[in-house]
């Protein structure tokens, strides 16, 4: 198993704080799991919801319900690092 994962896990980094990495309504393409850093999810009416750091995941939603995004993923902070499963990975 431990193989498998490491065999589709993908490193993705970004420099700056504020960037968008996927908006509420995008098409689910990817599972990510927080490196390095942190970021905001956010929705429209609520605003900020939760704030996820260095070993928690988000994304996964979207893939296992075949549904477009249910929030807005911002960057907290510099130099983030995510690992990412892609889709077609995902559902092996």
């Known amino acids: 198993v431990k193989r498998e994962l ?3 896990l ?3 980094g970004h420099q700056r704080a ?4 996927f ?3 995008d098409k689910g393409t990817s599972w990510y799991i927080i490196w390095k850093g942190s970021v905001n999810v956010v929705t429209h009416g ?5 704030s996820l750091h ?8 979207a893939l296992v319900n075949d549904a477009p995004r249910a929030a807005t993923i911002l960057l ?7 690992l990412r499963v892609d889709k077609q990975d995902f559902n092996r």
């Open 23 to 25: 908006s509420q309504g």
């Open 54 to 61: 260095e070993g928690d995941d988000f994304g996964q939603l």
């Open 76 to 82: 907290r902070e510099d130099n983030c690092h995510f």
């Open 6 to 8: 490491a065999a589709v």
């Open 18 to 21: 504020g960037t968008v990495l």
């Open 46 to 50: 609520k605003g900020l919801v939760a």
């Open 10 to 12: 993908m490193f993705e």
